[in-house]
């Protein structure tokens, strides 16, 4: 496995100087300087044309579109595999996993960690989701499921068919805490997340609950000009550009967005 070292860790400032994404601030002079953005490292680990493995770390802006490609499987988080069952940190690219779709070559996992007190414009983005035994049915999840700041499930309501023509939608995790059978955590130390990226686009049922795989979103939704794109696509060299991300599996909405339905 070829690697790229890095020592740097969570958050950091780092010399990145896009001219586009840098705020300014007054000095003491009066004069404006530029301030640089914050910063995280992200690890990948993927599948190359010739099948072998390679990894790689680094450092990119941490911003939304950036940390929600790899913020949705906390450690412990138990996959299907032709192999058995698997926890997510120890999934290689080139294993077969179970998705929606059938079993499916892991083409790319992504890496990131959630530092505690870490300075970032969206404060859930230090914290984790876990689901209770049962919470959601027998056997959904069993045992408990820690997720991600940036993991969506698959979710059946009448409300999704009246909003978006189909069954389900996928809907963030966060969005259904209620404080008893699903609780926000603030990890004390250190913790990784995790995401899988696949050709194409699915949900993989993790103890129980049908989660979303790496999706960047819709091009016209992620936001990013010729500045930035290329340093989100260096993070996936499995993939060339972004059509090859291909349809999402199922619809994105927020929950607030059912209530609203469900309130009419």
Request: glycine content about 8%; hydrophobic content about 45%; proline content about 9%.
């Amino acid at each position: 496995m070829n690697k790229t070292p890095n020592t740097t860790a969570g958050l950091a400032v780092a010399p990145y100087t896009s001219r586009a994404h840098m705020g300014r601030i007054a000095s003491p002079s009066g004069q404006l300087s530029r301030v640089k953005p914050l910063m995280r490292r992200y690890e990948v680990a993927h599948l190359t044309p010739s099948k072998n493995i390679e990894d790689f770390a680094k450092i990119a802006p941490a911003m939304p579109v950036f940390e929600d490609a790899f913020a949705a499987f906390g450690r412990g988080a138990i996959l299907r595999t032709q192999s058995g069952m698997m926890a997510v940190e120890d999934l290689l690219p080139g294993d077969k996993v179970l998705t929606s779709l059938g079993y499916q070559t892991l083409l790319w996992r992504g890496a990131m960690s959630i530092v505690p007190g870490a300075q970032n414009p969206r404060p859930e983005i230090g914290t984790l989701t876990r689901i209770t035994a049962d919470a959601l049915g027998l056997g959904r999840p069993a045992p408990d499921l820690v997720l991600g700041p940036a993991a969506r499930m698959l979710h059946r309501s009448p409300a999704t068919r009246l909003l978006t023509g189909t069954d389900t939608a996928l809907i963030p995790v966060r969005d259904f805490i209620d404080g008893d059978q699903m609780i926000e955590l603030r990890p004390i130390a250190p913790v990784q997340c995790y995401q899988l990226g696949f050709k194409e686009h699915a949900c993989v049922n993790v103890n129980g609950i049908d989660v979303e795989t790496l999706h960047p979103g819709p091009a016209h939704a992620i936001g990013l000009g010729p500045d930035l794109l290329p340093h989100f696509m260096a993070l996936f060299p499995h993939m060339r550009e972004l059509a090859d991300f291909r349809p999402l599996a199922a619809p994105r909405l927020r929950k607030a967005d059912l209530d609203l339905v469900i309130a009419a």
